[in-house]
């Protein structure tokens, strides 16, 4: 999985700052690369097309409103993803581009209108487009010379792809050599493989009777069979191919899109006979029609039509943009749909204790799959399509992932059918489960969480590995690997049982020297490096915890606030009583704190197993106060808030060297703040300091305080 979807997401571009749009640029670039290879080297895309198109889109009107902003790994710069090892590679001598998106009426009208105005044309000046349908397979560049196929490659990130010559020549659709006499010297004719529903039906089949895997769908079933290093499997498999543009031709035997595929039909290349020619964007729409309606009696997966400029003299004009030609354009169709009986709804726990719903459906074909499961995403999305259980619902697929529940067929839901209500504790394990409040915009997390993190069994694992990790407990030879393993194998359950895993050792009829791949020196190590951190500093001690938010600046804020282990977990717990507890405003007003970490560290203090693991675990370890620089500082221990425009240093600056003193310094005025210090243009904290009779000081006094000359 990748990383979070920022909360800017679902912010407007346009009411995106310029930080807020650089931050959402770089998780776009890493997501689009992430998925780009999912689909172009692995073949097993996590999200639908309509959902990736999305991110697309997303980048590039990010860019268009910040062109300052364009990374150098802009997803609008580069199309596929890197060859796998498994295959030499091929650099194409002409790069496999990939196409721009319509996804309406409008955007083909206004594809026609951008067209006719690079090129100035009038009105009535002819202007002839292809439009043929866009083949959901894999694509491929295969390399003649004098008409004998030398080559084939795949797309792989456009400018690179992979060798399968071999497996290419095993392939009865697609001629060794080309037929007739006017043969370009050299041409790379590109198109698209493919598997048939037919073909794909009986190869599952036979998979299946075999005791071997099947596949999702044809796209992947494809995919597979050319991409097998033994070309004898490449060639028992029923793989199809439509020639449909070049790379590098010389010369080429024609001066327009559809006069070139003719003369490849004439060599003996299979070409679409679907491809026709339209003059508007009138007829291109009625095109689509047709062939949304003709659909599913293709035989084949297609998922769009692809327009083209038919003139190569306008195409040269034309030129590209960007990833994409501007001669060109995939009119996408909408997901695949179908309806079934929603049975029950399902709450999953994940890995970080998101609870994500999931449809229960009664089997049924969509696409070529057969679904009975479906993302219903979260609650809110629950709520906003009323989809109860027993309802009959909509379920849409587009791509390789697990399906969608559009909606559902109000006019045959069941009369006792009931607004499904979201749980409010974990189906895991018990624990309260909360969505947080986002303070920046005020609008709660779609996400529910578990917050049990040391003993939900959904997120167990993984919270057992950020304990032991680098930034926190840092227990050498006991890494992710291990981790793992000694989980499966019910020796390490939680945080406490690492440090009473020597003591359970001795007493099991397995060591730990007789697993495989440990020995009597290795386990020795293991137990000599717990025991060298049952000593370990306050800060990693909280960060370990893995409470949400609790980042490891956060937690030497916390250690440095409270000091040490016992002040920390009492005020905590008295914290979680109740938002109009001292304890609970004394944690709001430490600065860099805030609402929402605060509430996140009350509701891991308010769950009992929570509080329980943390007290195990002090039976084990003991944590170590923050050694203060300078432990006679006159501030040291003393509260501090500073407010107003400081002159001789910045606030954040100023907030540094109190800390480096020993000093807390807190965001807001109370009466347990005992220096307020106040520069330019103080505000309300400097009044509400004044009516509680804190000390007041000005920049000048607070530097003589420090120096001891106060």
């Given at each position: ?308 400029v038919d003139r190569l003299d306008f195409q040269e ?7 994409a030609p501007r001669w060109a354009v995939a009119h ?168 009473t895993l020597e003591a359970r050792d001795k007493s ?203």
């Amino acid at each position: 999985m990748g990383k979070a979807r920022p909360a800017t997401a679902d912010i407007a571009v346009e009411k995106l700052n310029e930080q807020q749009a650089r931050a959402e640029l770089e998780w776009l670039a890493t997501e689009i690369t992430r998925h780009d290879a999912l689909y172009y080297r692995s073949d097993a895309p996590e999200i639908a097309d309509s959902e990736y198109d999305v991110l697309r889109r997303r980048n590039e009107q990010i860019e268009a409103m910040f062109p300052q902003l364009r990374r150098s790994d802009s997803p609008s710069l580069k199309v596929g993803a890197t060859p796998i090892e498994g295959f030499g590679k091929v650099r194409h001598r002409v790069p496999m581009l990939s196409l721009g998106n319509a996804f309406s009426d409008e955007d083909v009208v206004d594809f026609v209108a951008r067209v006719r105005r690079f090129l100035g044309l009038a009105e009535d000046e002819p202007l002839n487009f292809t439009a043929e349908p866009k083949i959901d397979g894999l694509s491929i560049s295969l390399r003649y010379e004098s008409g004998r196929l030398i080559e084939a490659a795949t797309r792989g990130d456009g400018a690179e792809g992979e060798n399968v010559t071999a497996n290419v020549k095993t392939m009865q659709t697609i001629p060794e050599h080309l037929a007739g006499n006017d043969l370009p010297g050299s041409i790379d004719i590109r198109g698209e493989i493919f598997m048939s529903h037919a073909d794909f039906q009986k190869l599952n089949a036979d998979q299946q009777a075999a005791g071997s895997k099947t596949f999702a769908n044809p796209r992947n079933a494809a995919a597979g069979s050319l991409r097998q290093l033994d070309p004898t499997v490449t060639a028992q498999r029923p793989l199809h191919f439509f020639a449909y543009g070049w790379g590098e031709a010389q010369p080429l035997p024609g001066n327009t899109q559809s006069s070139v595929v003719d003369a490849f039909k004439q060599w003996g290349l299979p070409t679409n006979p679907e491809l026709i020619l339209c003059q508007n964007a009138e007829e291109l729409i009625s095109y689509y029609r047709d062939l949304e309606l003709k659909r599913a009696s293709l035989g084949y997966d297609i998922d769009g039509i692809v327009y083209k400029v038919d003139r190569l003299d306008f195409q040269e004009r034309l030129g590209f943009v960007s990833r994409a030609p501007r001669w060109a354009v995939a009119h996408k169709f909408p997901a695949e749909q179908a309806t079934t009986v929603l049975n029950d709804i399902e709450i999953q726990v994940g890995r970080t204790g998101a609870l994500t719903p999931v449809a229960k459906l009664e089997p049924v074909t969509v696409g070529g799959v057969v679904v009975s499961n479906a993302t219903l995403h979260n609650e809110d999305e629950i709520a906003r399509k009323d989809v109860r259980i027993g309802d009959t619902v909509v379920v849409q697929r587009a791509g390789d992932v697990i399906p969608q529940v559009v909606s559902a067929v109000l006019e045959k839901r069941p009369e006792d059918a009931q607004p499904f209500e979201f749980p409010d504790v974990c189906p895991a394990c018990g624990s309260h489960a909360v969505r947080e409040l986002d303070e920046k915009n005020e609008k709660l997390d779609a996400v529910r969480r578990c917050t049990g993190g040391l003993i939900c069994p959904a997120q167990r694992v993984e919270r057992l590995k950020h304990f032991v990790s680098r930034t926190a407990f840092d227990i050498d030879g006991l890494g992710d690997k291990s981790i793992q393993a000694f989980y499966e194998d019910g020796l390490i359950q939680s945080p406490p049982e690492i440090f009473t895993l020597e003591a359970r050792d001795k007493s099991s009829l397995k060591k730990l020297k007789d697993r495989e791949g440990w020995g009597s020196q290795s386990a020795r190590k293991l137990f000599a490096a717990i025991d060298a951190r049952r000593r370990i500093s306050l800060d990693r001690f909280v960060f370990a915890l893995g409470i949400r938010h609790v980042g490891e600046t956060t937690a030497k804020v916390l250690a440095r606030s409270y000091g040490d282990i016992t002040a920390f977990k009492t005020a905590m717990i008295a914290a979680s009583q109740g938002t109009d507890s001292e304890a609970w405003l004394d944690l709001n007003n430490i600065d860099g704190i805030g609402e929402t970490v605060a509430a996140a560290i009350v509701e891991f203090f308010a769950e009992p197993h929570n509080v329980k693991v943390v007290d195990d675990l002090l039976a084990e370890v003991e944590p170590q106060p923050l050694e203060a620089v300078a432990t006679a500082s006159p501030v040291t221990g003393k509260s501090v808030v500073f407010t107003g425009t400081l002159k001789k240093k910045s606030r954040g600056e100023a907030k540094a060297q109190a800390e480096r003193l020993g000093a807390k310094v807190a965001g807001s005025v109370s009466k347990k703040t005992d220096y307020v210090v106040a520069g330019a243009d103080a505000g309300s904290k400097l009044t509400k300091a004044r009516n509680l009779g804190v000390t007041v000081l000005t920049e000048d006094e607070w530097d003589e305080l420090v120096s001891g000359n106060f």
